[in-house]
């Protein structure tokens, strides 16, 4: 298989707190993960792409300050929001791929709905 | 720059009856083809992929879906609907040597008894 865990699945916590978000594949090595952030009723739109021991690649108009990315080993990547606000109230979804070679497929952890009140 | 269109935001069919989600892409070359379903709240689960090879291509769940070259479409069906097939469906491309996944805006599918 090929199984991602995404910890914690929901979080609830006052404006100007930093969250920190864990993805991790469980039986597999993942050199690159990714990062999306998901509105209600909405497609998925990439944040970042995590490589290990390198920075992450931002989109354009995601701010790296705000959504720190930490991918410091194979089966780990960490994304952090620092100082949240309201607006940043969201679906986090990460994805890692298994094995090299751009035929293969991402595969999803099951997301993070972030709450700041 | 290549897209995904989703046609329909918004799908239902009865139970037992054919399930037909469309997707077209807009690309000068195949990309890699994946249609995935989420259910409420969770992640995304991959239901088929077309990289090379046969164009009808048998995923989980009963479904299939068709890459059409000449149409630039990859539509995903199921033969008969059940009431477990409610849920968002995603149809995504992968441009040859792009690392990057592109999603189609979603089809929301309802299952009526």
């Known amino acids: 298989g090929a199984v991602v865990s995404q910890h914690p699945s929901r979080v609830i916590c006052k404006s100007g707190t930093s969250v920190k978000i864990e993805c991790r594949s469980l039986d597999f090595q993942a050199t690159t993960m990714f990062w999306y952030r998901q509105f209600p009723k909405q497609s998925l739109m990439l944040m970042a792409t995590s490589n290990e021991g390198s920075k992450a690649t931002y989109e354009q108009g995601v701010e790296k300050d705000k959504f720190l990315i930490n991918h410091a080993s194979l089966t780990l990547s960490t994304l952090t929001v620092t100082s949240a606000h309201p607006e940043d109230s969201s679906f986090y979804i990460c994805?890692?791929?298994?094995?090299?070679?751009?035929?293969?497929?991402?595969?999803f952890g099951d997301g993070t709905r972030l709450s700041i009140l | 720059a290549q897209s995904v269109t989703q046609l329909g935001s918004h799908v239902s069919v009865s139970e037992g009856a054919l399930v037909l989600l469309r997707c077209n892409y807009s690309s000068s070359v195949p990309p890699y083809l994946f249609w995935y379903v989420q259910y409420p709240n969770q992640g995304l689960q991959l239901l088929l992929k077309?990289?090379?090879?046969?164009?009808l291509v048998k995923g989980i769940n009963g479904f299939e879906a068709e890459f059409k070259k000449s149409e630039t479409s990859f539509h995903l069906t199921k033969p008969s609907a059940h009431m477990s097939d409610a849920a968002e469906y995603f149809c995504a491309v992968r441009l040859q040597g792009a690392q990057k996944l592109v999603f189609g805006q979603g089809t929301r599918l309802t299952i009526n008894p």
């Open positions: 994805s890692a791929e298994k094995d090299q070679g751009l035929s293969q497929p991402q595969h």
């Open positions: 077309y990289t090379t090879g046969a164009t």
